[in-house]
């Protein structure tokens, strides 16, 4: 009989087969049907997309028909128990705490409002950019990626394909355990919502308040986990693919800075090097301007979570199961941005690094060329 070990190894095997022997683009493709529904809201193909034959029909706005009426109704619903906290409804935070058993939960139902209105401008960006015909990370994703990938050396390749399994088993792991909590803290919830019905301590209309807004709170909370999983797991993959080549260019430069004189090195120098880095960042100047709201949302969220956290932990009476989750959650958050962050600060060094040595090189040609001018006008002096 087969072990539970037995069992996770050949998952383990088969996950790891299906993407070494697999492409980049491949890779990506596969976060692309996710990115479909957590990020660009439309059931499209690469293919309509690259020939502009996207379909204006129910089958390629499915997506944005069904999440923008949920997203916006847990929206409406939270912005009434925060406008009106007169009105019945607004006890809803009162019977979290005592269900949840947590203090100061309006903080943390403030701080998901602004990541869910942050959420939904950043998804109609980008859906106006695919309707427009003006997404650069599908134009990366179609044209540059495909069109170096045969360029990419046997150890980068290798890297990436590591890094995209890890990342892919956290990814799960981390959707997994969220499913989980859901399943098992709804109908918990639910049935404490029932008891203080069945108690008389809610009425009518605040029983269907709670189990509406809960419903669309839990629904919510899955789908903004799986917008910055998906989303940021992508993000993090090509900022990784863009920090390997800028290191490769900028290995090929280093022996090249001692040598400048050589015909040999020359050549190199411009046919290789200076084209591969004026092509290498020209996709990320253009693949900057779909990112870089997605980059200020983490970064937002993640200055957000820990201060709000540092005030909400310090109004806790008792540390229990959900705030405990709410802190670790939100430690994790910043952590994560932090790392971001740090491959993103490398990729700016290493550019500084190789922009300097194309003035460099600039300054000698033109020094060279000042300097064969005058021989040649003293030469017709004499």
Request: with cysteine; aromatic share 20%.
């Amino acid at each position: 009989m087969p072990t539970i070990q037995s069992n996770r190894n050949v998952i383990s095997s088969f996950f790891w087969q299906k993407y070494t022997n697999g492409s980049l683009v491949e890779m990506l493709l596969n976060d692309f049907f996710w990115m479909k529904w957590f990020l660009f809201r439309l059931n499209i193909s690469l293919n309509d997309y690259y020939h502009h034959r996207i379909r204006k029909t129910y089958e390629t706005f499915k997506p944005t028909i069904w999440i923008i009426p949920i997203s916006w109704s847990f929206l409406i619903l939270t912005i009434i128990m925060f406008l009106w906290p007169l009105n019945t409804p607004s006890t809803e935070l009162k019977f979290y705490e005592q269900i949840l058993r947590l203090q100061s939960s309006d903080l943390i139902t403030f701080q998901f409002f602004i990541i869910c209105i942050m959420v939904e401008l950043v998804c109609f960006f980008h859906l106006e950019e695919i309707i427009k015909y003006r997404s650069r990370f599908l134009d990366f994703l179609i044209i540059d990626l495909a069109k170096y990938e045969p360029k990419i050396n046997i150890e980068t390749r290798q890297f990436m394909i590591n890094f995209y399994f890890m990342e892919k088993f956290i990814t799960i792991f981390i959707a997994l355990n969220l499913i989980v909590i859901a399943m098992c803290g709804m109908p918990y919830f639910y049935w404490c919502i029932i008891d203080y019905y069945r108690n008389d301590q809610i009425i009518i209309n605040e029983f269907l308040y709670l189990l509406i807004h809960s419903l669309l709170w839990s629904i919510e909370t899955l789908y903004v986990a799986g917008f910055f999983l998906i989303s940021g797991g992508s993000f993090l993959f090509c900022l990784i693919y863009f920090k390997k080549r800028i290191q490769f260019l900028y290995n090929i430069l280093l022996p090249l800075q001692n040598d400048k004189s050589s015909y040999f090195s020359q050549q190199l120098y411009w046919n290789y090097f200076h084209n591969e880095y004026t092509i290498l960042y020209d996709e990320i100047y253009r693949l900057n301007k779909s990112l870089k709201n997605l980059l200020l949302v983490i970064d937002i969220l993640s200055k957000t979570a820990i201060i709000i956290t540092c005030v909400f932990y310090s109004q806790q009476i008792q540390i229990k199961f959900m705030n405990t989750l709410i802190i670790l959650a939100s430690i994790s958050t910043f952590a994560a941005a932090n790392i971001l962050y740090s491959f993103i600060s490398i990729i700016p060094t290493y550019n500084d690094k190789c922009s300097r040595s194309i003035l460099q090189w600039l300054a000698r040609i033109q020094y060279t060329i000042r300097l064969m001018q005058k021989q040649q006008n003293k030469f017709h002096t004499y």
